[in-house]
């Protein structure tokens, strides 16, 4: 069916990476970092990634959108080193009770930083 004139199609860019911190703490395990960019969204308003590792429990963190609709975070996974995946939903508005408007994932598994020690 034809696009009609009146209709406004729009596209999200999503990329999810992360990052494994090497001997980040010792004590409970290495800490990772899941690094959300999406494009396109709505500027200036609150989105929310959950970011759902397949052996971490889940976590969320919300962010206003700047002036270009670009969303950018990054949530923190203690002991996250357990997990490969890292699976990601990002949603309008405060929590994960709005609409979901992307997802995805890493797509590969993380790869080290070794912290510079002082």
């Given at each position: 069916?034809?696009?009609?004139?009146?209709?406004?199609?729009?596209?999200?860019d999503?990329?999810?990476?992360?990052?494994?911190?090497?001997h980040?703490?010792?004590?409970?395990?290495?800490?990772?970092?899941?690094?959300?960019?999406?494009?396109?969204?709505?500027?200036?308003?609150?989105?929310?990634a959950?970011?759902?590792?397949?052996?971490?429990?889940s976590?969320?963190?919300?962010?206003?959108?700047?002036?270009?609709?670009?969303?950018?975070?990054?949530?923190?996974?203690?002991?996250?080193?357990?997990?490969?995946?890292?699976?990601?939903?990002?949603?309008?508005?405060?929590?994960?009770?709005?609409?979901?408007?992307?997802?995805?994932?890493?797509?590969?598994?993380?790869?080290?930083?070794?912290?510079?020690?002082?």
């Amino acid at each position: 069916m034809p696009a009609s004139s009146d209709r406004l199609l729009q596209g999200l860019d999503m990329d999810v990476k992360c990052t494994l911190y090497k001997h980040s703490d010792d004590e409970n395990g290495d800490n990772v970092d899941v690094r959300v960019l999406v494009m396109g969204l709505r500027e200036n308003f609150n989105y929310t990634a959950e970011v759902i590792p397949d052996h971490n429990p889940s976590t969320t963190v919300t962010v206003k959108t700047d002036p270009e609709g670009i969303f950018w975070a990054v949530a923190k996974i203690i002991n996250g080193e357990r997990s490969l995946l890292f699976k990601v939903n990002v949603y309008q508005g405060n929590g994960t009770v709005g609409q979901l408007v992307a997802s995805g994932d890493d797509d590969e598994p993380c790869y080290s930083i070794r912290p510079v020690k002082k």
